[in-house]
């Protein structure tokens, strides 16, 4: 369909990361044009290394990409079906990683960048934004995400009268797979899983013995770490991507219950001895010379990073690319914040999008600035645009950003935290399966796949019947 844009006033979009980079795709896809400002690489950050947009900082995963079994592959497929850049590219730059998406992290981010350049309805404005939008831009979106300038934090600080929360976001180590020592490591994905573009044998597996996995534990926990500011002191870690020494500080087993769980792995040198723990590397790039260490994000200085992870089995040789970083997360109080549109309660000109808004994850903040993106462009166009129904992934986690999580109990309204996709923010089935298609009582397990199942196709059939009735009926109006 072909929109009119002469008349129609640009919407601005701040911030060039995933969501920002989506909501802009949407906006211009959508016959409005598109004002995206990047501050980089005019004002850097302490976690890109370059100037490209939708820049990953921190995995190279987009994590499950089973649409019928997991809400991350969900949320895949939603994004699909509405023309995702970001799923397009992810598709075109995808490297084995079992029953993962992962990506060559450098095709990527030069796949998103090369086509907001040459779309006729996206200009693209280097230079930070230090304040908040003035009011005469109109229909704003602000996408600046975890690493937020600290000049327009503070801005939007001062117009919530609020205070964002805050968690630190740490950064896995990357190995030169030419440095890994196959004759000790091998290549096995977990039960021998098959994702896209793979084969079952996706991973690299370093096997640990007690004795070595004890003494490794002993060297995170005194291994030296990064120190914190002063302002920085008080932020507490999101749970879902906890350093790696964190974890091994909450108990000497966690780790063997995590990232380096040894279950679903067989070593064909010595396949009737199971190993203590395995620590997995996964392809980073598309040429398949480089490797990160799977959950290893962490906030050890780099001199002990490099001693501590030599002595991995298989990685006493290992050259790393790049060693772990930390940095500090920002996001708002949203359910309080903003409304059922993404808009800030305090200055409706202003949306937010991305991971200042509460979600975390790749594919959850460039779905939240998909989200963004279309009810902009149908602010702009003058129609009215409903969000997509709280039965598909994307309206799940739109629910919990902007009201699904405040409740008032004894002790006061619950903190709000940052959330990934997952079924338990879906409405209930009205039916709940119990039989299998010949008739049999589903058990154990089995109800539960059946009910995943179940809650997928839903959703894929109503954001369907949302595309047809909702938006495609108001960008025709």
Not at 213 to 241: Q, S
Not at 246 to 262: F, N
Not at 387 to 399: I, Y
Request: glycine share 10%.
């Amino acid at each position: 369909m072909t929109h009119r844009t002469t008349s129609l006033d640009p919407v601005h979009v701040v911030g060039g990361g995933l969501a920002g980079s989506e909501a802009a795709w949407q906006i211009a896809q959508a016959g409005v044009p598109v004002i995206l400002h990047e501050m980089r690489p005019v004002r850097p950050t302490e976690a890109h290394h370059t100037d490209g947009l939708a820049e990953l900082v921190c995995s190279n995963s987009f994590r499950s990409d089973d649409a019928a079994n997991n809400a991350v592959g969900l949320l895949h497929a939603e994004m699909r079906r509405l023309d995702s850049l970001i799923m397009r590219a992810a598709d075109a730059n995808q490297v084995p990683a079992g029953g993962a998406l992962a990506v060559d992290r450098v095709g990527f981010s030069e796949a998103v960048t090369g086509a907001l350049n040459e779309h006729p309805r996206i200009d693209i404005r280097r230079g930070e934004i230090p304040c908040i939008p003035p009011a005469d831009w109109g229909n704003v979106i602000v996408a600046t995400g975890p690493l937020t300038s600290p000049p327009l934090a503070a801005a939007i600080r001062q117009l919530t009268g609020e205070d964002s929360l805050a968690f630190f976001d740490a950064i896995a180590p990357i190995v030169h797979r030419e440095s890994i020592d196959m004759d000790v490591a091998w290549f096995q994905s977990r039960y021998d899983k098959v994702g896209p573009g793979g084969n079952g044998a996706d991973y690299i597996n370093c096997p640990m013995t007690r004795v070595q996995y004890d003494a490794f534990v002993d060297a995170l926990i005194e291994g030296e770490k990064v120190d914190f500011r002063e302002w920085e002191k008080d932020t507490p870690y999101f749970d879902g991507c906890l350093p790696i020494e964190v974890m091994a500080e909450r108990g000497r087993e966690t780790l063997r219950h995590g990232p380096m769980k040894p279950v679903g792995l067989t070593d064909p040198r010595n396949p009737t001895v199971k190993p203590y723990a395995i620590v997995q590397l996964r392809q980073d790039n598309k040429l398949g010379t480089l490797y990160n260490l799977v959950g290893f994000q962490t906030k050890l200085k780099h001199g002990a990073q490099t001693r501590i992870f030599r002595t991995i089995p298989g990685l006493e040789n290992a050259e790393f690319a790049r060693l772990g970083g930390l940095h500090r997360n920002t996001f708002l109080n949203s359910p309080k914040l903003l409304d059922a549109q993404l808009r800030l309660r305090a200055a409706p000109h202003l949306r937010f999008a991305g991971q200042v808004t509460g979600c975390e994850g790749y594919v959850e903040s460039a779905s939240v600035g998909l989200v963004a993106g279309l009810l902009a462009a149908a602010d702009a166009r003058g129609q009215a645009l409903v969000p997509p129904p709280a039965t598909t992934a994307l309206g799940a986690l739109l629910g919990h950003i902007t009201g699904g999580h405040i409740e008032t109990i004894d002790a006061g309204p619950r903190s709000f935290q940052p959330m990934n996709i997952n079924f338990g923010l879906f409405p209930p089935l009205a039916n709940p399966p119990t039989r299998k298609a010949d008739g049999t009582r589903l058990r154990g397990n089995e109800k539960s796949i059946a009910k995943k199942q179940a809650l997928s196709a839903r959703a894929l059939a109503d954001l369907d019947r949302w595309i047809a009735d909702c938006l495609r009926g108001a960008q025709a109006a």
